[in-house]
């Protein structure tokens, strides 16, 4: 009997004994599996991850870009502006007037006002807000930088106004071009401030 019993039990260990085997190395392909899995996941993570901070660098360069040609544009507008005004005043008040000469200066320096005021549009919608706010700044002084020194103009051309008029227009005509100027300067500081940061992406 217990030569009987003999093969028995060893075929029944053998059996078991690969039956664990098989078990615990299909458990461990499992595992193999699972791990390589997730690697294959956090690499593909990453990959993601790298794609979209180039992306967001990319878009912040292109916001950058834009953002300088709208500065470069109001910049020069407003030095437009400011030479078209002093030539008007310069032709408005000479003694011997052209008539059309006076007319072509006036018409050229309310073209550099639309100039000023379409550049400070764009400005606007670049932003950021404080170049923003700048460039609205910059905008209101130009046209009342013009109004001033037409309305100088207009009373030394008559000749009717007295001597303390003229002066009183005439310091009103200065201070509106030094708080223009002022106000260029700035708004020339906080642009150069804002494409100086550095845009860093998330």
């Known amino acids: 009997m217990a030569d009987l019993l003999t093969p028995i039990i060893a075929a029944i260990s053998a059996l078991s004994g690969a039956a664990l085997t098989g ?8 595992r193999k599996e699972h791990a390589l899995e997730r690697q294959q996941q956090r690499q593909q993570e990453a990959e993601d991850r790298s794609q979209v901070r180039e992306l967001r660098a990319e878009h912040l360069q292109w916001r950058r ?3 300088q040609t709208a500065y470069e544009a109001l910049a020069e507008a407003t030095q437009r502006m400011e030479r078209a005004v002093h ?16 007319n072509s200066a ?10 000023v005021q379409r550049a400070a549009s764009r400005v606007r919608l670049e932003g950021p807000d404080d170049v923003a706010e700048a460039a609205h700044s910059c905008e209101s002084k130009a046209d009342r930088f013009l109004t001033q020194v037409v309305l100088v103009s207009h009373l030394l051309r008559s000749g009717e106004a007295d001597a303390e008029a003229v002066r009183t227009a005439e310091n009103r005509a200065g201070a509106a071009g030094e708080t223009y100027a002022d106000d ?10 804002s494409l100086d940061e550095v845009m860093t992406p998330e």
Do not use: H, M, N, Q
């Open 87 to 102: 030539e008007y005043f310069c032709a408005a008040t000479l003694v011997e007037r052209d008539a059309t000469a006076v």
């Open 23 to 30: 078990f615990i190395g299909a458990r461990s392909e499992r």
């Open 65 to 67: 870009e834009r953002r």
């Open 106 to 115: 006036f018409s050229d320096a309310e073209s550099a006002l639309e100039g």
């Open 184 to 193: 260029c300067w700035e708004f020339i500081v906080v642009a150069r401030k």
